[in-house]
């Protein structure tokens, strides 16, 4: 690889591990955190009949990883295009 | 023969010829069809597939009756194998779909640049698939007897039978197309009762919305809040809150996450797909269609909790319903009368508890405790069914191509043709197929305390190494292997200790390292791999400039199918 490659994908890499680690820190945050650490706490806050706690446990969590997934498809896409790595 | 009996005869003949017709159209003619079904599947059909591989029988069957008995505990199943895609969107998948090869240990071999590493990889590979597909088996055979009254034993080898054929056959293309038919049939077939219920007990058609509404006989009530009060009242803990200490809650997630995203027969499922963009999309997709079922089951949990209790404490004995008669002659359900009053007493404190209740039962009465159509009943064997079959297939591909292509291709006899390499795959599968029935019919004890260690395995085994392949450029290959050996050998050992008892008498709860039970030792272990790997990676040999390169290349998702020509 010749150094304007080299420099283009290390850039490219960069970008993505940062997303990585921001989208991977909400994962954290809404399993291990609202679901199992913080879990008594959010329990005192209730939304209908569920408590808050539980309810990331049960619900929230799961949600939040779907549309974490497809935020990171988004953004991808976006980056690959940016860096001309996309193909069609 | 009953009503239900009838609908269920039709129903699950009626979806088997399906499977077998998809698997007649879509034969594979090449090893590449065959293992990764030419590489050309559309994302969407690749996440209901996905999706239908990966939700078993224990998903379908037993999860939301786990879910049940278990409260708040319950949620670690939810959390941890959801939470898992994620990780494998994120970290595996788009990078696994660049290199662009057939299997993992094919992964794994040429990263680590190693034909021990690729052996290694193999090895856990096959103890991972196979303690997992035996369960699967006897899910199958469970199904057939308590439905269509037929013996386990038959159930097992109808159900061989089906997936020998399409598995054999089609391999990859084959089992793809017959799992987009089998998600289908097991989503539908878990909808619709729990749909029903929901607007039974809370007047909601959406079950995740009912779950937390409040109770149609207009008391306003709560329905969480009822269970909770029920619950305590028959000295369990509250449903919403859990017994399990934090720790441990935190290192079973955690293990069964990894472990989601290292299982063989997951992962693989993204090689199918044609681009890398491709291989996200489709984990999304994936996620979602796994999401409808896994939001469902918490909210069959608690509609399914609060009808027993409703109905069965402390009410007289000669008047339960009929479901619960005929679940007793299955001896699913037992009632012993302790205190000879005639009622039911059901209750925490062992002494005193009166009713047995097998935890399958949750989503396997349920239409008959709601009273609902014969033909529902009929949904629920073929939708068990389908989860069953769809995830043995997939394990069964990962076995025959764990043996036909890493070992005897890559390692034993590198010069065998295309079409001898597809014939041993299929013989492969065939002798796979036969080996996890064996299991099935005759189940060693352990068989089904070692499935759900299966993802403590594969965390301890395959996670560290893919992750570390992909980030971090100078893991070396005596790093790897070092690593993925202490890793899989310590979740063994733990799970031969703690589990099974196979090491002196089996030790208390208190003995517990880090009070961590087997089921989160693969979070430990799985620590101990990259523990292992990076220290032994100090001050071992360089990783060689060429392979410095494919890990270069594959973090670039343009060009794929070049990664190895480069």
Redesign the interface.
Known sequence: ?DLEKQKK?SA??KE?LKY?SI??GI?FAV??GA???F?DAL?SIK?????LG??F???G???V??I???V??RL??KL?EKY????D | MGDAQVWTYVLVLLSFGLYIGIAIWSRASSTKEFYVAGGGVSPLANGMATAADWMSAASFISMAGI?SFAG?D??VY??GW??G??LL???LA?YLRKFGKFTVPDFIGERYYSKTARIVAVFCALIVSFTYVAGQMRGVGIVFSRYLEVDIETGVVIGMVIVLFYAVLGGMKGITYTQVAQYCVLIFAFMVPAIFISIQMTGNPVP?LG????LSDGSGT????KLDGLSTELGFAAY?DGSKS?TD??AI??ALMAGTAGLPHVIVRFFTVK?V?DA??S??LA??FI?IL??TA?AVAVFARTNLIETVSGKEYDKMPQWFKNWEATGLISHTDKNDDGKIQYVADAKANELTVDRDIMVLANPEIANLPAWVIGLIAAGGLAAALSTAAGLLLVISSSVSHDLIKNVIKPDLTESGELWAARISAAGAVVIAGYFGINPPGFVAAVVALAFGLAAASFFPAIILGIFYKKMNSSGAIAGMLAGISLMLFYMAKFKLGWIGELPPKEEWWFGISPEGFGTIAMLVNFMVALLVNRFTEDVPKEVQ?IV?NI??????GQAIEH
């Open positions: 690889m994908s490219y890499w993505n990585l989208l991977l994962w399993s291990y679901g199992i650490l879990k329990d939304i209908g009949g569920f408590k539980f309810w446990a049960q619900q969590a799961i949600y990883f779907v974490l997934i497809f990171y498809v991808m896409n690959d001309g790595y996309n193909e | 879910i708040y319950g949620s939810l959390m959801t939470g895609y994620v969107a994120l970290l788009p995740q779950m937390g509404g409040t709560y329905l969480l809040d919403t934090i809650v935190f997630t955690f681009r963009r996200r999309k984990a999304g996620l979602l999401a896994y939001t918490p390169d270069e973090r670039i998702p343009s060009g794929v």
